[in-house]
C-alpha cells in the first residue's frame, strides 16, 4: 500500500461526520464550525477498535488529534485546494474505485467466485502462439492476423512441432526463447478470455483461434495437475562475493554443515544470512505460489517433502541459499477464500459479465425515451441528416437529454466498432454514467464515504505543501535544524568486532584461546573444524552497541576477546572487540533520514500553533465530561 493511501486511511479513520448539532450535543466549535458528541464518540470508538492496546491514546488526546485535523481541513477549505484540477481529478479516480462493487451482479459474481475458486485447485502448463492485433485495427489488419494464425494452427494440425511453428508465426517476444511455453499458471495469472479457453482445452489439444485484447492466439495444453498451493519456508543467503567467489561457497557450506551437525536454523539465519529482510525473522519469508517466485528458488522451495527439511545449498542469482520448510499451504476451503475471491473478480475483466447484468437491469428500471428517427441517420450514416439534427435529442434517461452529437462523438473515438455496436454501446454507456453519478442522491453510505475521501485528499495535499515538501527541498533550514539538535543524531559506541559462533563448549573455549593468542580466522578454522564436522563460523563487522547481531546485553567495554556467552544450551559466541569507536555525530548525509523526519514533525507542531491562534477553538467542558463519563464505561 502506497504511503498516500495509509494517509487517506488515517484521515478516513478520524474524520466521520453526523448531522445532530443541538448545542448540549456540541463538544467543540472551529470558529463557527460544531463539532458534536456524537460524532467524535463514534470517530474515537472506531479508532480505538483498530489500534493496538499499546498505541491507544486518552479521551483528552485524542480530542487534541482530532481538533488538530478540523483545524487542518479548515485551511484546506479555505485555501480552495478543492479547486486545484489535480486534486478533482484524483478525487474522482478514487470514486471510480468506490463504485465499483455497485456495478457488479451479485448472482453473476457468485458464479464467477465457484469457476475461480475450482480453477485455483488445478493448474495448467501451456504453450501458445499469439497475432498481435491492435484495438483500432482495420477490418483489413484484423482479417490478415486472423488468417496468418489459422496458418499456423493448420501445420501444427499437419504434424509440425508447437515449439517450431511459435517461433515463426508468434509475436510474443519470449517466443524465441521458449517456443511459446508459459510455464505452470492457474486462475487469475493470464487475462480471462485466455485462462476460459486454456481450462476448456483438453491436455495435448490444440485450441481453435481466439481473441483477447493482444490480439489473435492458439493453445496447446501440455498438462494439467493438481495445484500446489503455496509453501512457507525459511532461508539463508550469503552474496556473491565479486572479487572471490570461493569465499561465498566456502560459508554456505559451513553453515550447512552446522546445520547437519544440529545447530539452529533461526539462529544461523540471523547471525549470518545477507538478506536483511529475513535474518530479524530467522530466515523466514512470507507464503508463496510456485510462479510468484524465480524458478530456480521455487523448484528447491517446492520439492522440499516434510516440514522442517533442509535443502542443499543451491545458486541463484541473487547468492548461494539453503532453504527450511516451515509449512505446506494447500488451497484454501471455499468459506476462507470467497471473500479475497469476490475482491480480484472486482479488479478483473471477470467483472464486464457482472457489470453488462446490472446495466440491463438500469436500462430496464430507468425511464428512456428513443427517438428512432435520429438513430436511423445514425445507423445508415446520413451525413446530411445528421448535420441539420446533431443539437437535438437521440435518448433521455430519467428526463437527462442527449445529443446525437454526442453520440457522433462517442463514434469517434470508438471507430473500430460498426455504428450498430456504437449506438448499443453508447446507450450503455450513458446509462451507467446516470447511475454513476447520482450514486450520491441515492446511496447514503457512498455518499458518506466520498466526502471521507475528499477531506482525506484535501489534507494529505496540504500537508505535502506545508510539511512534506518543505522538510525535503528547504536544505538550509534542514541543515539548521541538524546543527541545533546534533546530539540526537551521534553515533551510538561502535565496536570493530569478530563474532565467532560455536555449537559445542569445548570448542567454544579452544577458539577464545586462539583469538586471545592473535590467530587470523582461517588458522582458527583449520585447528578448531574437524574435516567435515564445522565446529565455528565467523562474522566480522562494525556494529553499534545493541545491534541484533550481538548477544543480549552485551556492552562494548574493551578491546579484546569477550568469556564465552551462553545464547542458549547449543549455541554459545566469543566476541573479539579489535577496535572501540566512541560515539561521535553522523555527517548530514548519513543522519538526512532521520532529521528530515524530525523536521516534519517540528514543522507540524509549529503549523498547529498557528492554525490555533487563526481559527479559534471552543471546547464545551460540561460535554467533555459527558463523553469521558460515556467512554469509562
Known amino acids: 500500500m502506497s504511503f498516500k493511501n495509509l494517509i487517506i486511511i488515517f484521515f478516513l479513520v478520524i474524520g466521520i461526520q453526523t448531522q445532530s448539532q443541538s448545542k448540549k450535543n456540541i463538544l467543540f466549535t472551529v470558529v463557527d464550525t460544531p463539532v458534536t458528541i456524537d460524532e467524535f464518540n463514534q470517530v474515537f470508538n472506531k479508532n480505538r477498535d483498530i489500534v493496538a492496546e499499546e498505541n491507544k491514546k486518552s479521551i483528552e488526546e485524542y480530542l487534541e488529534l482530532y481538533i488538530n485535523y478540523k483545524l487542518k481541513l479548515k485551511q484546506a477549505y479555505a485555501l480552495k485546494y478543492d479547486t486545484v484540477p489535480a486534486y478533482k481529478k484524483e478525487l474522482n479516480s478514487y470514486r471510480e474505485q468506490l463504485i465499483t462493487p455497485y456495478l457488479t451482479d451479485s448472482k453473476i459474481t457468485d458464479a464467477l467466485v465457484k469457476e475461480a475458486y475450482e480453477r485455483m485447485k488445478i493448474e495448467i502448463n501451456a504453450n501458445h502462439i499469439l497475432v498481435a492485433v491492435s484495438a483500432k485495427a482495420s477490418p483489413q489488419d484484423t482479417l490478415k492476423a486472423y488468417q496468418k494464425i489459422i496458418e499456423a494452427r493448420m501445420k501444427i494440425v499437419n504434424g509440425a512441432p508447437f515449439e517450431e511453428i511459435a517461433k515463426e508465426y508468434s509475436e510474443d517476444p519470449s517466443a524465441q526463447k521458449n517456443g511459446g511455453n508459459l510455464g505452470y499458471f ?201 448535420q441539420q439534427n446533431l443539437k437535438s435529442t437521440i435518448f ?127 588458522e582458527i578454522k583449520k585447528l578448531v573444524n574437524e574435516g567435515p564436522v564445522i565446529h565455528v563460523i565467523f562474522t566480522k563487522r562494525i556494529l553499534e ?42 555527517k548530514f548525509e548519513k543522519a538526512k533520514g532521520m532529521v528530515i523526519n524530525d523536521f516534519q514533525e517540528h514543522l507540524e507542531k509549529e503549523w498547529i500553533k498557528e492554525l490555533r491562534k487563526q481559527y479559534p477553538v471552543k471546547i464545551n467542558k460540561r460535554a467533555l465530561k459527558k463523553v469521558i463519563k460515556l467512554n469509562l464505561k
Open 186 to 386: 492457474t486462475a487469475f495469472d493470464m487475462v480471462y478470455s485466455f485462462e476460459n479457453v486454456a481450462y476448456k482445452t483438453k491436455v495435448n489439444d490444440i485450441s481453435k483461434p481466439f481473441k483477447t485484447r493482444f490480439g489473435y492466439h492458439i493453445v496447446k495444453v501440455n498438462d494439467k495437475r493438481a495445484s500446489k498451493g503455496e509453501v512457507e519456508v525459511a532461508h539463508i543467503m550469503i552474496k556473491e562475493n565479486a572479487e572471490d567467489s570461493i569465499v561465498s561457497k566456502t560459508k554456505i557450506e559451513e553453515l550447512y554443515a552446522k546445520l547437519g551437525q544440529g545447530d539452529s536454523f533461526k539462529f544461523l539465519a540471523k547471525m549470518h544470512s545477507d538478506d536483511k529482510n529475513s535474518a530479524i525473522n530467522g530466515g523466514g519469508i512470507p507464503k508463496f505460489k510456485h510462479n510468484r517466485m524465480i524458478k530456480s528458488f521455487a523448484d528447491v522451495a517446492f520439492s522440499l517433502k516434510a516440514e522442517n527439511d533442509i535443502s542443499k545449498p543451491f545458486k541463484t542469482r541473487f547468492g548461494w541459499h539453503i532453504v527450511k520448510l516451515i509449512k505446506k499451504h494447500p488451497i484454501q476451503d471455499f468459506d476462507q477464500v470467497q471473500e479475497e475471491l469476490i475482491q480480484k473478480i472486482e479488479k478483473n475483466e471477470r467483472s464486464k459479465a457482472a457489470g453488462q447484468s446490472i446495466v440491463n437491469k438500469l436500462m430496464n428500471e430507468y425511464s428512456i425515451t428513443k427517438d428512432d428517427k435520429l438513430a436511423q441517420l445514425f445507423l445508415k450514416n446520413d451525413v446530411d441528416g445528421i
Open 545 to 586: 552497541e545493541g545491534h541484533k547481531k550481538l548477544p543480549d546485553n552485551f556492552k562494548l567495554k574493551n578491546v579484546g576477546v569477550s568469556n564465552v556467552i551462553n545464547i542458549d544450551t547449543t549455541n554459545f559466541v566469543i566476541i573479539k572487540t579489535i577496535e572501540i569507536i566512541n560515539p561521535e555525530p553522523r
Open 396 to 522: 433521455t434517461i430519467n428526463e437527462e437529454k442527449t445529443s446525437l452529437e454526442d453520440l457522433m462523438s462517442f463514434s469517434k473515438t470508438h471507430s473500430n466498432k460498426n455504428v450498430n455496436e456504437a449506438y448499443k454501446d453508447f446507450l450503455e454507456f450513458k446509462t451507467l454514467n446516470y447511475f454513476k453519478d447520482n450514486l450520491e442522491k441515492t446511496d447514503a453510505n457512498f455518499a458518506f464515504t466520498m466526502q471521507e475521501y475528499r477531506d482525506g485528499l484535501l489534507l494529505f495535499d496540504l500537508l505535502q505543501d506545508k510539511v512534506w515538501k518543505r522538510a525535503e527541498k528547504d536544505t538550509v533550514a534542514l541543515k539548521e535544524f541538524f546543527n541545533k539538535n546534533i546530539a540526537k543524531y551521534s553515533w551510538k559506541k561502535r565496536g570493530d568486532v569478530i563474532i565467532a559462533s560455536c555449537t559445542n563448549k569445548d570448542k567454544a573455549l579452544l577458539v577464545k584461546k586462539y583469538l586471545e593468542e592473535g590467530k587470523n580466522i582461517d
